[in-house]
């Protein structure tokens, strides 16, 4: 019985995929290797996706600290990105998947951006799946652009101080179009967030898990959000 038949299920999973490097170390092969596998497994994921009861899925693609690996490295993932959109946008679009990126797209190449754009032109209309690939992102980042987007509304008159809330500034937010994440995943055996959804994630559940990214397989997603459906979520409140 697909897990979707459970109300217990998180609707928005989010993925740092960590572990695509020491993957490919640990085979003798070089760090881009590691990076195309996991590439496949997103594939994979996504597809699962629908059978899973999840409506939206967050993946963590490239960060705004990872500018700071090598040149080849940073080179290479640009470059997977670009075949990526290439090769999966009429898939991703034939299977009902709505692609949206979130992160600064200033420092990015034009053409890389001008993929992105076009892959998000071509499935608007999508709905089975809401893919969100987060590329120069950083959650800090985000709220820093954010406040001042907020900022100059205010500056502007458009919007008044008072009016500012804390419901407020997720309307300014790159993920403004996304409920907030209920599960947030890390693989690869490393205990920290990132930088990652900083904002969305104060009431997310969080699994870390020591499997590296491209051996993260539907069977072992499936088991993670079962484990999330025995969690009591109380978000601050006591059970009565």
């Not at 993925?15 to 996991?38: E, S, T, Y």
């Not at 967050?58 to 700071?68: G, H, L, P």
């Not at 969100?132 to 919007?159: F, K, M």
């Not at 009431?203 to 025995?230: H, K, N, Q, S």
Request: some cysteine; aromatic content about 10%; overall charge neutral.
């Amino acid at each position: 019985m697909p897990l979707s038949d459970s109300d217990e299920m998180p609707r928005h999973v989010a993925i740092i995929m960590d572990g695509n490097g020491r993957w490919a170390q640990m085979r003798g092969r070089p760090r881009l290797v590691g990076h195309h596998a996991g590439a496949r497994r997103v594939k994979d994921i996504v597809r699962a996706c629908p059978d899973l009861g999840v409506k939206y899925l967050t993946i963590f693609a490239f960060s705004t600290e990872n500018w700071k690996r090598t040149q080849t490295e940073v080179a290479g993932l640009m470059s997977l990105f670009k075949r990526y959109i290439r090769r999966e946008s009429q898939t991703l679009y034939e299977e009902g998947v709505r692609v949206r990126f979130i992160g600064d797209r200033v420092r990015l190449e034009p053409n890389l951006v001008d993929l992105m754009d076009n892959l998000e032109l071509l499935t608007a209309g999508n709905d089975r799946v809401h893919l969100t690939i987060a590329i120069n992102y950083g959650g800090r980042d985000e709220v820093a652009r954010a406040t001042r987007r907020l900022a100059q509304d205010v500056a502007a008159g458009r919007l008044a101080p008072a009016d500012v809330t804390d419901e407020t500034l997720p309307k300014y937010l790159d993920t403004c179009f996304l409920p907030d994440p209920d599960l947030v995943i890390r693989t690869s055996g490393e205990a920290r967030i990132s930088n990652f959804l900083l904002w969305q994630s104060a009431y997310a559940e969080y699994e870390f898990i020591d499997t590296l990214w491209p051996d993260f397989t539907e069977e072992e997603f499936a088991t993670v959000l079962g484990r999330f459906a025995t969690r009591e979520r109380r978000f601050g409140a006591v059970p009565v």
